[in-house]
C-alpha cells in the first residue's frame, strides 16, 4: 500500500468518496478545493482522504476506505498521513465533521485524538434531499471533531 497526492489527471475516485458522502455535487463542491490524498493498492484507489485548508485549521471533508480493506488500519494510516500533512502547513488544529449515526467513525477519531466541540441540530435533514440512515439510525445532526496539532 502506498499513500500518494491526487494529481489533476487523476481520476476522481467517486466510488470511494460516495462511501462516506452520498452527494456527488457536495463532493464536488469541496474535492477540487481540498488536498487530496489516495491509498493505493498497485493501481487500485483502496482508500481516500480531502483535506481542506482554513485559515488557522484543516478541515477533513471526506475519508473513506473500499470495504474489502476496512479494518486494516488503513484509515489510520490515511489520518495519520492527513496529520503530518497539516502539521506541514502550520495549522493549529485539524476538524472533521459526521453524523449522529456514524458511530464507527465517532470511535474511529476519537481513538484518535479527536474531541466533539460542537453539534450542529439537523444538518443532514436540512442538506441533504434523501434521508441517510446508518446503523438503524437516521443521520439528523452534524458532529464537529477537533484534534490540536502539536508543533
Not at 489516495?38 to 471533508?61: F, W
Amino acid at each position: 500500500m502506498e499513500i500518494k497526492q491526487w494529481l489533476k489527471y487523476d481520476i476522481i475516485p467517486y466510488e470511494i468518496l460516495l462511501l462516506a458522502d452520498p452527494d456527488i455535487p457536495t463532493i464536488d463542491r469541496y474535492f477540487f478545493e481540498s488536498d487530496v490524498f489516495l491509498l493505493q493498492d498497485g493501481t487500485y484507489v483502496s482508500g481516500v482522504i480531502c483535506i481542506k485548508s482554513k485559515e488557522k485549521a484543516a478541515e477533513i471533508m471526506n475519508i473513506a476506505i473500499a470495504p474489502e480493506y476496512q479494518g486494516h488500519k488503513y484509515g489510520t494510516q490515511l489520518l495519520e498521513h492527513a496529520i503530518h500533512h497539516v502539521t506541514s502547513l502550520h495549522k493549529d488544529q485539524i476538524i472533521t465533521k459526521t453524523a449522529n449515526s456514524s458511530i464507527q467513525a465517532l470511535a474511529f477519531y476519537q481513538k484518535l485524538g479527536f474531541r466533539m466541540i460542537a453539534i450542529i441540530p439537523d444538518f443532514f435533514t436540512k442538506h441533504y434531499s434523501d434521508p441517510i440512515w446508518e446503523n438503524g439510525i437516521l443521520a439528523q445532526d452534524q458532529i464537529v471533531l477537533s484534534r490540536l496539532i502539536d508543533t
